[in-house]
């Protein structure tokens, strides 16, 4: 068997890989290795779940790796991958307040502010500054917070359901480490993910377009046609 | 028994209100006349509670519905509560015989019973403020006065300059209870009670911020100056018995708002009383001043209420003086003074209101250039409005002249008790307050001499005839209670066991009759009998004319131009031409207009910078996803920053 030290090194690798992904999501504007990356964190997430049911034993936890495998690494990024094929749109440069630059250094100030802050929050616990439980707060409050500026720097609407997905990646993070979610509001929030990934395939009519002028598409439907064809 | 008799003239008024709403679109005038008749009831009751409570002094406190621990409708009706409640019924009462033939006259068909129910509902409403006990009650039907008040004043909705009076009034009527409100936040905040009961901390920097938010809330109300423009608005736009109830009865309940929380709640400070007193002395000057230069004569009425509220604001201010500086009879006397002003402007502001709207109706216009005559058309009402006019410029032995004589015998023993500083500012305030008197002297002569006196200035004024008789029983009532308030003044504080320093006004009077008497006898026995027939000189023109007469204008010329640094004028002219050059004129047009200060320097700007700050605003609601994303984002990075460093 693998000792504690090392899982927890594993962990603290895969929370390095979490950052490396977040970044990349913010800053990135190739659509396609968007969705590589959101599969890759969610990959990163299961193997943080496996490792913590290696310590733990936890069979929530081993439950939380299957379904964010099957939903997250597999069904989510397919459905994506086939918009994309269908609207034909490969690279999204169109930004709203933040350019991908400032979001990272945004970011990297986020992520200190929020360790400080966690610092002066955890003082009195047992899992005080530096331990995993510790980190694994800090790392899925600021994923998260980094997935909602996705939500709001990018105009392209697949881009901010991207940001939305990662978003929910910290949450789980976060769950993972502090609260401890029972296992059916994980599921649920799954569903309730692949249904939102879902409803965006069905109106990928307007997924190519910004949310400002998604109406004014619908409303031209015909001539949106005409145009493809 | 009180509380039996209260609970009847609440549930008589609700009847009042009611009933012609339930019969809004029946134009009958047997449902006005009832809804009317239970006003009158109505205020026969509460007269009859509020004489008994006078007289006993004893304070019945009840409570008529309490949902929760802390949130009630209580009620207690105290000598203050009663004295008010006696301004209200008495004052109702006649407008309410007055209108029941007036409202027959008016536009509108079946609104017109729309009208009645509300005025009933402000009548009700304003009954429930003096009544509460509360905060909670006070604040309820101070928002519901101002709902109800705002109705009236847009009876004639149709008429633009109405619509205007209306979101002028409406908007001033909210900034009023928005004060309040905050005043009464704050006070919950200092004491964790909503009772109207005194504070245990003195004198606090928050409880002096809601002593400056209730003294602006009521101030805003009672159109104390820099908060008086919606009275010039509203009191012309509203039909004539409105504008009685408003300036008689709703400007008295801003009054009864600060007393109230004056005695019951704070422990004030000096500088108190020194703000309360420059407010109410800067309104007093400038309203008349303002009402010197009015032509429409319920403008004159408005600006004139204004100076009125000034001097009640001033005995108020004088009363708070004295007893932080401990001198308490003094206090008393002034606080007397203010009320008794009170009382006697209720009375005599209403009775001119009721025969303006005698007048405006006869002659169907309002500006006082275009009367005259009147006193051989319209005697009684002449008589009538002569009684207002001389209690109004404060003339003896009318009630007007006994309550500023209280206030000036104030003024007078203060000069030898306070500190030299204070006798300096009391100085200023009192010959200021001398002006005044003079001042609305002068106005009430131009007003009598402009309406009812030479020949009549228009044919609608010519064929002008007296009005029916239950539009006289009304301000005949007041009248009567004018001359009674003013020869019975000192008779009446004994009785409700006030001995004040007043002459006995009804020796006075018998003087002043033996005087007349005497000056017409002797004339009679000395003049010459011989009768002499002749033109009366017509400064060498053929024949005497209405437009040769020395009109209201004319008349106030002199002080016109003593105040002329007051009464600034704007001259605009602007012209037009048909080519480039400006060689070939086309059009112009010039103006010289009275400058409206306070309009043009205060109220506009602040309305500009207000829409200004309003459109910046709206900005953060820009439709946009994204955006709303960003508040939610920086809101959680506030919310992770205060639970790090402040919580």
């Known amino acids: 068997m693998i000792d504690q030290a090392t899982i927890e090194g594993i962990i603290r690798i895969l929370f390095v890989c979490i950052i490396i992904t977040a970044a990349y999501i913010i800053s990135t504007r190739n659509l396609l290795t968007v969705v590589s990356v959101y599969s890759l964190q969610s990959l990163t997430l299961v193997g943080i779940a496996l490792a913590l049911w290696s310590l733990d034993g936890s069979i929530v936890l081993l439950e939380i790796a299957v379904i964010t495998l099957i939903s997250k690494v597999i069904i989510i990024p397919y459905f994506i991958a086939t918009i994309q094929e269908k609207i034909r749109i490969k690279r999204d440069i169109e930004f709203h307040y933040l350019s991908p630059t400032t979001s990272l250094i945004i970011s990297m100030a986020l992520m200190l502010a929020i360790y400080l802050a966690f610092t002066r929050i955890m003082k009195d616990s047992p899992n005080a500054t530096g331990g995993l439980i510790f980190f694994g707060a800090v790392l899925g409050i600021s994923l998260m917070l980094m997935g909602m500026m996705v939500t709001f720097s990018r105009k392209r609407t697949i881009t901010k359901v991207l940001g939305f997905l990662s978003m929910e990646n910290g949450v789980l993070l976060f769950g993972m480490f502090v609260t401890e979610l029972p296992f059916i509001i994980e599921f649920l929030i799954v569903i309730d993910l692949i249904i939102l990934v879902i409803l965006t395939t069905i109106l990928s009519v307007g997924i190519d377009s910004t949310l400002e002028d998604y109406h004014k598409r619908l409303h031209r439907f015909h001539l949106l046609e005409e145009e493809e064809s | ?647």
Request: net charge neutral; charged share 10%.
């Open chain 2, 1 to 647: 028994m009180i509380v039996e008799l209260f609970i009847l003239a609440i549930l008589v008024l609700l009847a009042g209100t009611l009933l012609p709403l339930a019969a809004v679109s029946q134009d009958r005038r047997i449902v006005r006349t009832i809804s009317l008749s239970c006003i009158i009831i109505a205020s026969l009751l509460l007269a009859c509670l509020s004489l008994a409570n006078l007289f006993s002094g004893k304070p019945v406190p009840f409570t008529l519905y309490q949902p929760l621990p802390l949130v009630s409708l209580s009620f207690v009706i105290d000598r203050l509560a009663s004295f008010f409640l006696l301004i209200i019924a008495v004052v109702s009462a006649c407008v309410a015989i007055y209108f029941s033939e007036y409202i027959e006259h008016m536009e509108g068909q079946s609104r017109r019973n729309l009208l009645c129910g509300s005025t009933s509902l402000f009548i009700l409403a304003m009954v429930l403020i003096v009544a509460s006990a509360n905060t909670l009650s006070f604040f309820l039907f101070w928002e519901l006065m101002a709902a109800s008040s705002f109705l009236l004043v847009t009876y004639e909705y149709t008429h633009d300059e109405t619509r205007k009076a209306g979101i002028f009034y409406f908007m001033m009527t909210q900034l009023s209870s928005l004060f309040v409100l905050l005043g009464i936040i704050v006070l919950y905040v200092v004491s964790g009670s909503l009772a109207i009961a005194p504070l245990t901390a003195a004198s606090t920097p928050l409880v002096t911020l809601a002593f400056l938010l209730l003294f602006v809330g009521f101030s805003v109300k009672a159109g104390i100056i820099p908060f008086h423009k919606w009275l010039p608005y509203a009191h012309p736009a509203s039909p004539s018995p409105i504008s009685a109830l408003m300036s008689g009865v709703m400007l008295k309940i801003a009054v009864y708002g600060m007393v109230r929380f004056l005695l019951n709640v704070f422990t004030p400070d000096l500088w108190w009383g020194v703000l309360i007193l420059a407010a109410g002395t800067a309104s007093a000057v400038l309203g008349i001043i303002y009402a010197l230069k009015e032509h429409d004569i319920k403008g004159m009425l408005a600006y004139s209420s204004i100076e009125n509220l000034g001097i009640i604001f001033m005995g108020i201010g004088l009363s708070v003086i004295f007893t932080a500086s401990g001198l308490p009879d003094l206090a008393t006397l002034s606080l007397l003074g203010a009320l008794f002003h009170s009382l006697n402007h209720a009375m005599f502001k209403s009775l001119l209101f009721l025969t303006a709207g005698s007048v405006v109706s006869a002659t169907h216009t309002r500006d006082i250039e275009h009367m005259g005559g009147l006193a051989h058309r319209m005697p009684v009402t002449s008589a009538l409005f002569f009684v207002g006019a001389v209690a109004i410029a404060a003339l003896p032995p009318l009630n007007g002249f006994a309550s500023e004589l209280l206030i000036f015998i104030s003024f007078f023993t203060s000069m030898a008790e306070v500190i030299p500083l204070y006798k300096v500012f009391l100085f200023i305030c009192l010959a200021l307050f001398a002006l005044t008197s003079a001042l609305s002297a002068a106005c009430v002569i131009k007003a009598f001499g402009s309406i009812f006196l030479a020949l009549p200035r228009s044919p609608e004024s010519a064929a002008a005839r007296e009005v029916p008789r239950a539009m006289l029983i009304g301000p005949g009532i007041l009248a009567a209670a004018c001359i009674l308030l003013g020869v019975g003044a000192l008779q009446i504080f004994a009785l409700v066991g006030f001995p004040v320093p007043l002459p006995d006004m009804l020796l006075v009077s018998l003087l002043l009759i033996g005087m007349a008497v005497l000056t017409y006898a002797v004339l009679y026995f000395t003049a010459s009998r011989e009768v002499r027939v002749s033109e009366t000189w017509g400064c060498g023109t053929l024949s005497q004319r209405a437009s040769a007469e020395y009109s209201g204008h004319g008349f106030s010329e002199p002080l016109d131009i003593i105040f002329s640094a007051i009464y600034r004028t704007r001259t605009t002219n602007e012209r037009k031409f048909f080519d480039q050059k400006n060689c070939h004129f086309k059009e112009g047009y010039g103006e010289i207009r009275l400058l409206k200060v306070f309009e043009e320097y205060l109220y506009t700007p602040i309305a500009k910078k207000s829409v200004l700050v309003a459109l910046r605003i709206s900005r953060f609601q820009n439709g946009c996803l994204d955006t709303y994303l960003l508040y939610v984002f920086i809101t959680v990075i506030a919310l992770i920053i205060f639970l790090g460093w402040f919580a």
